[in-house]
T-cell receptor
Framework: ETGVTQTPRHLVMGMTNKKSLKCEQH?????MYWYKQSAKKPLELMFV???????ENNSVPSRFSPECPNSSHLFLHLHTLQPEDSALYLC??????????????FGSGTRLTVV | RKEVEQDPGPFNVPEGATVAFNCTYS??????FFWYRQDCRKEPKLLMS???SGNEDGRFTAQLNRASQYISLLIRDSKLSDSATYLC??????????????FGKGTKLSVKP
């Protein structure tokens, strides 16, 4: 497999469920990201991991919990979500060198619907 | 003021037309600039980087004006396959932090036969 792969592609969950989104990159990059894309809004950066350490958390509610066990894998754990959390969740990776991102690549995304 | 602003469109143009998209950014600490393309229900993909000297890739020309904090994308001889949303993206680095990509809402282009 090449590039950035995300699973599942589609997810429907109830507000009391717990689920996880998975992202895997095969590019040898050292940084990974979670973005949220809602209808009629720009992509919103949620979390950044650089060298497996979380370096940014953009005021995301605690019902979203990221995990980066190694430089190739990134998870987003979801619990007690709200209907307004329904969106496309995109994972991305890049090679970060002294603050500049190279080869920024997105996965295909998980389309999440909260019912 | 939004960090990256674009005209949302839609731009509806006939095949063969020339179309221009504009984008402004608010943070003078922005370091690098890109245009991404996003097809319906797909992930964004890098179209081209934007350099201060201006750069061209086939039918696509990108320009950057740092003084005005303005970026443009020109598409010549537009094709049906150019129909997509075009995202203006800047890489902003705050202090010693890692630079992150900040996206505009995108401009929707529809090329008609």
């Amino acid at each position: 497999e090449t590039g950035v792969t995300q699973t599942p592609r589609h997810l429907v969950m109830g507000m009391t469920n717990k689920k996880s989104l998975k992202c895997e990159q095969h590019l040898g990059h050292n940084a990974m990201y979670w973005y949220k894309q809602s209808a009629k809004k720009p992509l919103e950066l949620m979390f950044v991991y650089s060298l497996e350490e979380r370096v940014e958390n953009n005021s995301v509610p605690s019902r979203f919990s990221p995990e980066c066990p190694n430089s190739s894998h990134l998870f987003l754990h979801l619990h007690t979500l709200q209907p307004e959390d329904s969106a496309l969740y995109l994972c991305a990776s890049s090679q970060e060198i002294r603050g500049t991102n190279y080869g920024y690549t997105f996965g295909s995304g998980t389309r999440l619907t909260v019912v | 003021r939004k960090e990256v602003e674009q005209d949302p469109g839609p731009f509806n143009v006939p095949e063969g037309a020339t179309v221009a998209f504009n984008c402004t950014y608010s943070n003078s600490a922005s370091q690098s600039f890109f245009w991404y393309r996003q097809d319906c229900r797909k992930e964004p993909k890098l179209l081209m980087s934007v350099y201060s000297s201006g750069n061209e890739d086939g039918r696509f020309t990108a320009q950057l004006n740092r003084a005005s904090q303005y970026i443009s994308l020109l598409i010549r001889d537009s094709k049906l396959s150019d129909s997509a949303t075009y995202l203006c993206v800047v890489n902003i680095r705050y202090g010693g932090s890692q630079g992150n990509l900040i996206f505009g809402k995108g401009t929707k282009l529809s090329v008609k036969p």
